[in-house]
Structure formats: C-alpha cells, structure tokens
C-alpha cells in the first residue's frame, strides 16, 4: 500500500460561543506528483473545519463546508494542468451522524495531464497592427504544448496585456479567460479575452508630494512630451529616474482613466521623501536643548526649597508646572525624531 502523508493537527483552542471538537488527523493520499501533495498539505483547512464544528453546516451561500473545502481542493489540483481530476474526501465516521471523524483522508485522483493546443486571443479588433499580431504568436508559440498550468496561463495574459498597452492602449485589460478540453487528445483550448479600451497618448505629467525636492530636477526626469504614444517602458523610465533623486523614498505613478476628449491621458507621479538629516538634526538639538532646560529649572527648584522658601507655594508651584511642561515638550520632540530617523534613516 502507498505510504501516506500525515498531517499531526493539534486541537483548537476554546472560543467563546463554538463547539470546540478536537481536530482530526488528515492524511493527503500520494498522487505521485509531489508538488501536488505538498501544496495540498500545506492548504488543506478540513482540521479547523472540524474542530469548529463547521464540517457539515451551511455557509452564507448555502453550500457546506465540507463541499466548499472539497470543490477548492478540485481547483488547486487542476491549476497544475490536471484539467480533469479531482479531490475525495474521506472519512473514518459518516458525516451525516453529527460525530466529528478522528481519522480523514484526502485522496487526490489527477486523470490525464493536459497540454496547451491552441490559445485565441479575442477582443484586439483596432489595434491589430502587423507588429503586434507577430509578437502575441510569437509568445503563443513558446507555450503551446507546455501543461496547462494556471500559473503558465496567468503570465501568458498578462504578457499579452503588456504587449497590447505598448501599442499606445493603456488600458487594456483580460476580461476573460476561458479553457475548454480535448480528452481523447488530452489537449487544452484557450481563450483569452481583452478589453484594450482606447487608443491614448501622453498628457502632461504633475508630481505630488516630494517636499523640497528641486522641482525642474523632477520635470527632468520625464523621458516622453506631450503627444508622443503611450508606451509603458517610457513609464518605468520615468519611475526609475524620479526615484534616483537623492531623498526619494518611494515613486507611484497613476493614469488619469478614461482620457480626455484629445486622447490623451495625463500622468499624476506621487513621491514619498525621507526627511531631510539636517532638519533632524535640528530636531535633535531643540528637543535636547529643552530638556536641558527642564534640568535647569528643577535645579533652580531646589535652590529655592534649600534657601528656605519654602513658604512660597505659588511660586514652587510654578517652577513645577514650568518644569513639567518642558520635560514634556522636549521628550516629544525627541520622540518624533526617533521616529522619523527609524523611518526615513
């Protein structure tokens, strides 16, 4: 018998208002794919389901738990190509009785591996150039024939989307992704649909943000004009050239959706700075110096409490307040830059 992959679960924890059941042991049945079981394993939440009672109680959806749990197990299992196959659960006690199994298996059954056969990219009507058509059937042809993974599918889409939005279509996006099955052949159909929206070029560019930054050193940084096509590298241009000024912490870039009525899309950059270390050291200094002068103040406290005057309440009194306050003051100025100093260095 194939050996079997045993999950040691520990027992949830009390929680007010649940029936807490002790968790079952879960075995993931070999499939012989190993990066199959081992996604398994590590996903696998039937223990948690069980403890809390959840394995056959109805959800917001109606459906319960225990065949949420089995269709998203299906899914991951299929993700790796295996467009067929399935998950079974199986349990030491009938889920219907209302007693908790001690023992469940999980029981993987993969069917056939499915391969890529053809891949349909629909939707680009208006922006099929020569130029673009040859580079989606260039990626294409790299992944036909490869499994049908999810992973593989998802990057395909979105090189493709890439390759649309470089053909001045900013906005372009996959709406849908549909796969359909060839069992005897054991190959998949894709189709990729887009929405690529409009055509744009691109508006004028406006920085937020970057306090005291040289304001001419950012325009600088813009690689493209007014006009010129859309084209997402000039984009990463820009981001990379904006965040190579000195104190640019952090760069954002956004498009102004849909574009205007000329057709072009203005750009808003969004800049997050650190502070300035002379500005710090200032802060350091004044919050130092007001400290300094708290200790000045309890020393002339004490003078006046040793020379007698003791009788001068309101006068103590006020000293007190003074001391209270700046110690006060200078302890939050020194707070706030430790912070900025932990923040921006």
């Known amino acids: 018998m194939a050996p079997l992959i045993w999950l040691a679960v520990l ?7 649940e029936t807490v059941i002790a968790a079952p042991i879960v075995q993931v049945v070999p499939s012989g794919e190993t990066e199959i079981d081992a996604a398994l394993a590590r996903t696998v939440s039937l ?36 467009l067929e196959g399935h998950v079974d659960i199986v349990a030491d006690a009938p889920w ?28 680009i009507h208006g922006a099929d150039t020569t130029a673009l058509v ?54 998949a159909s894709i189709v990729i649909g887009l929405d690529i929206g ?41 981001v990379e050239a904006t965040r190579s000024i000195h104190r640019v912490r952090n760069v954002r870039v956004n498009l102004s959706e849909p574009a205007d009525e000329d057709g072009l899309v203005s750009v808003e950059v969004r800049i997050q700075v650190a502070s300035d270390p002379g500005v710090l050291a200032q802060g350091w200094l004044h919050g130092v110096l007001v400290l300094g002068a708290a200790v000045t103040a309890l020393a002339a406290r004490q003078l006046l409490v040793a020379g007698g005057m003791r009788g001068h309440a309101p ?10 306050a700046l110690v006060a003051y200078g302890a939050v100025l020194v707070l706030l830059r430790a912070i900025a100093f932990a923040q921006f260095g």
């Open 134 to 187: 040859a580079g989606i059937h260039a990626r294409i042809a790299t992944v036909v024939g490869k499994p049908a993974r999810a992973d593989l599918l998802a990057a395909l889409s979105d090189e493709i989307r890439w390759q649309v939005r470089s053909a001045s279509y900013p906005f372009a996006h996959v709406a849908e992704t549909g796969v359909s099955t060839d069992s005897s052949l054991e190959l």
């Open 198 to 238: 409009a055509p744009a070029r691109f508006g004028p560019v406006h920085f937020s943000g970057g306090r005291g930054l040289d304001r001419q050193a950012l325009r600088d940084t813009v690689p493209f004009s007014v006009g010129d096509a859309f084209d997402p590298v000039q984009l990463d241009a820009l």
């Open 315 to 324: 006068l103590i009194l006020a000293v007190n307040s003074l001391i209270g």
């Open 96 to 123: 219907s009785t209302g007693v908790p199994p001690s023992t469940i298996k999980v029981r993987p059954v993969l069917g056939p591996l499915f391969r890529i056969g053809t891949v349909q990219v629909t939707g």
């Open 11 to 17: 027992a949830t924890a009390p929680v007010a208002h």
């Open 47 to 82: 223990p948690l389901l069980v403890s809390r009672g959840q394995f056959g109680a109805d959800q917001s959806d109606g459906q319960p738990a225990l065949l949420r749990e089995q269709a998203r197990l299906t899914a991951l299992v299929r993700s790796f190509g295996y």
